[in-house]
């Protein structure tokens, strides 16, 4: 007996599997390396089947977006799979060439390069034949719809699946393996996901497949009453700010340009959903926005330049600002096409945004190298007034978060040929010191972004080994943590060679007093916090108090200070220590 729609399904993988091979075996190798990255333990492996997870994520993309653009001719396939190998092998390069543990600025240029080959995936088709606007407008609507109806049918098909699991479990008491549900997801997310979705990509090739426009109804309903009226509320909003700092001739706040990039976008969005219809007469709402939706984003323009360059100048180029200001441009280059072309091209926006991507990953205009440089010369500026001008405290804080970002996103040697040999002792003595080492070997102090000056509050914090559940107490019987917010009251629980021992914490003016049975010891700990307040106002070194008498050893690491300083005089609010017990 047949099974006619399991038997449509599977005709249906097949015809997938032959016509997306590589996209298929991508998807399949990924699944598996993110099952075994989910057993893994070690290190080294975790690392490698990270790279391997993050390649084959990108090599999925990739190979999609040449299949779409051979599809045109079958005789291409050779072609097709050498292109697919040659970049796909460049991709997997890339991403091995990334650090161990992946470093922010790594991820930046993953994430850019994921956005810049999913835009290729909407033109693809598109490159090697006629342009017909409908087409693609389709096209990409039917990619959209995929998405949706992929994800939709995986949460029903995972959801079922974990079901039937838990109650084999409970109803039969058989034992599953603790990670299968997981395992399912992986699966499900990464296979079944995939190949349904690549199964619903219509071949552009196919005469009887022709991309004809279908516009949703609700689709119109959608942006005309919701999407659009929330866009003009925004439009509003801002052109009013930028007529604000125009009138008070005021400065404009930061986020504001990330404000404009957001609105921006869905704006774009907006006249993308629209555009079948953007041009009907009774569509007159509809017809208006498109029309001036480019005109209106001329000022908001100017207000975005104003406040990013304003930060640049002020701060220098980092990662972020170089991706804002990459927007900013990309942007422009949108107003002054749909402006000034009388016949655009919707498919000019993936187009452009797509090549921006890519330029601002590798090369000397990349954000990475733009960034590095940009901060080595206002290092370089700072340490030319050495010995000419002290440094204010705002200006050693700004000093500190420049040594952060070059030592957080590069390596402390970048910093060893503008530092006259200060850091070379340092740098032989630990080969990964902190910024705050960095800056005492150039004869500053760190300040952090969260100090103030010397006449507000101070907050102090500094935790290591944090998540880890071993530690090692070697010569000490006691770990545990005191806090003035909170009373330790341990009694009996603690067996030391046969003898129990009992702990409370005590709350006094001077700090904490700790018993032990009958043996109280005073901590001091808000003496000790006061003496070395010059300590908690620039640095985030560890700082350790020591107390010793004829019976007990302890050693008190500071984790957490908060101090309030009314009338410049010390109030210790609340703190928080790592007290380590010897009992002898």
Known sequence: ????????????????????????????????????????????????????????????????????????????????????????????????????????????????????????????????????????????????????????????????????????????????YDKIYFHLFLFIAGTFNSIFFLSGISETNNPSETLELKYPEGLKKFTQYVLIPLISIYLVILIGYELKIVLSFSLPVGWVSNLILVFAVFGILSLLLIHPIAHQAENVWIRTFNKWFYYLLVPLLVLLYWAILYRIQLYGITHERYYVLALSIWLTLLVLYFIIKKEPKIMFIPISMSLIALCTIIGPQSANSVSKNSQLNRLENYLSKKDKTK?????????????????????????????????????????????????????????????????????????????????????????????????????????INQKKYSLLSTNTEDGIDLQINNDIIPLKTEAFIIDNIHFNSNSNEKIIQKIENSKYKLQLTYTYVYVNKTNKKPIVNSYNVKVLLKIK
Not at 10 to 18: C, E, G, L, P
Not at 412 to 428: E, F
Not at 485 to 490: A, G, R, V
Request: include cysteine; hydrophobic fraction near 45%.
């Open 391 to 495: 440094l204010t405290f705002e200006q050693e804080q700004d000093l500190s978060s420049i040594i952060d970002f070059l030592v957080k996103n590069y390596d402390v040697k970048i910093l060893l040929p503008l530092t006259d040999k200060k850091l070379d002792a340092l740098v032989r003595k630990d080969k990964n010191p902190s910024s705050t080492q960095i800056m005492k070997a150039l004869g500053y102090h760190y300040r952090s972004q969260y100090d103030r000056r010397d006449d507000e509050n101070i907050y102090y914090s500094h935790y290591e080994n944090e998540g880890q559940l071993v530690e090692n107490i070697h010569d000490y019987d006691l770990s545990f943590n005191l806090s003035n917010n909170s009373t330790l009251n341990c009694s009996d629980c603690v067996t």
């Open 1 to 176: 007996m047949k099974f006619p729609s399991f038997q449509r399904t599977v005709d249906a993988i097949q015809k997938t599997v032959s016509r997306f091979p590589l996209e298929t075996f991508t998807a399949i190798t990924g699944t598996i390396i993110a099952m075994f990255l989910a057993e893994e333990s070690n290190d080294n492996l975790e690392n490698l089947y990270n790279k391997i997870l993050l390649s084959c994520s990108l090599c999925f993309v990739l190979f999609l977006s040449i299949s779409l653009y051979f599809t045109r001719n079958k005789k291409d396939n050779l072609i097709r799979f050498i292109s697919s190998l040659a970049l796909g092998t460049i991709i997997i390069l890339f991403v091995f060439n990334f650090s161990d543990k992946i470093k922010q600025t790594e991820f930046f240029q993953f994430f850019t390069l994921n956005i810049a080959l999913h835009l290729l995936v909407s033109f693809a088709a598109f490159l090697n034949k006629k342009y017909n606007q409908d087409h693609f407008w389709e096209f990409n609507k039917q990619l959209f719809i995929r998405i949706l109806t992929a994800v939709l049918y995986s949460i029903v098909l995972y959801s079922g699946l974990a079901l039937a699991l838990l109650a084999v479990h409970n109803l039969f008491n058989i034992e599953l």
